[in-house]
C-alpha cells in the first residue's frame, strides 16, 4: 500500500483533541498522520496527501455543522476513502445528515477511548459504526421520515408545517400566508391529526424531525 493508502487526517479546529488523536494513534503503531484545524486546510490537506481515513469534527469554531460539507466534498472527491465523523453532536438528526454527506461512521466526542479505537478500526476496514443507541434513534428518525411521506399533507399544510419548525406563532403563521387566524388554528389541527401528534410542542418536534 502507498502511504496515502494507509494515512489518516484529523480534521478539528481544537490543539487538545488533535494532541489526543495523534497519541492514541501512534500507541496504535499509525505513523502517517496529517492534522487540519480548519475546513479549508483540511480540503487541501486531504486533496495532497489522500490519506485513506479521515476523522472529522462537524463544527469549526462560530460556522456552524461546515464539516458536513467537508465530509460531502471528500467523499465526492474520492468514493473509496473512509470517513469518521467525531463530533459533539448526539441529535439524530445532525448524525442522519452526517451519514447521507457521506460519513462511514459517528463517534461522539464523549465516548470511551476505546469505543473511539473500536469506531475508528471498523471503519478503517471498510465497515459502518454507529453505537447501538445511535443507531436506535437514527432508525427511529428514518421511520419518522418515511411516516411522514405518507402522511398526505396538502401544499398549505406542508407551509404550515414548516414555518411551525421555523417557530413561528399561529398569528405570525396567518399573516405570513394571509390566511384567518381559525383557518390555521383547523389547518394544524388537520396537521396534528395526520401526524398523530397530541400538542402544539409535539408538533414542533415532529416538523423538526423530518424532511420538508
Known amino acids: ?4 493508502e494507509t494515512g489518516i487526517l ?3 479546529d481544537h490543539p487538545v483533541i ?3 488523536f495523534r497519541t492514541l494513534m501512534e500507541d496504535a503503531g499509525m505513523t502517517t498522520i496529517h492534522e487540519a484545524t480548519s475546513i479549508v486546510e483540511a480540503y487541501r490537506a486531504f486533496y495532497r496527501q489522500r490519506p ?3 476523522v472529522a469534527d462537524l463544527t469549526f469554531g462560530d460556522q456552524g455543522l461546515t464539516g458536513l460539507s467537508l465530509i460531502r466534498r471528500i467523499r465526492t472527491l474520492e ?11 448526539d441529535d439524530p438528526t445532525i448524525i442522519a445528515r452526517a451519514l447521507e454527506n457521506g460519513a462511514t461512521g459517528y463517534v461522539l466526542k464523549d465516548a470511551p477511548a476505546t469505543e473511539f479505537l473500536r469506531a475508528f478500526d ?3 476496514r471498510g465497515k459502518s459504526y454507529l453505537d447501538h443507541d445511535i443507531a436506535l434513534r437514527v432508525a427511529m428518525l428514518n421511520a419518522t ?3 411522514s411521506s405518507t402522511l398526505n399533507l396538502s401544499e398549505r399544510e406542508l407551509q404550515i408545517l414548516s414555518l411551525i419548525k421555523d417557530g413561528n406563532s399561529y398569528q405570525a403563521i396567518a399573516e405570513k400566508l394571509s390566511m384567518k387566524y381559525k383557518t390555521v388554528v383547523n389547518s394544524i389541527s388537520a396537521i396534528r391529526r395526520k401526524s398523530g401528534t397530541h400538542s402544539f410542542a409535539e408538533l414542533i418536534n415532529f416538523s423538526i424531525s423530518i424532511k420538508i
Open 1 to 4: 500500500m502507498t502511504s496515502g
Open 10 to 12: 484529523i480534521a478539528d
Open 18 to 20: 488533535l494532541r489526543g
Open 52 to 54: 485513506g481515513m479521515v
Open 79 to 89: 468514493r473509496r476513502t473512509r470517513i469518521l465523523a467525531f463530533s459533539m453532536h
Open 122 to 124: 471498523q471503519v478503517r
Open 145 to 147: 421520515t418515511e411516516r
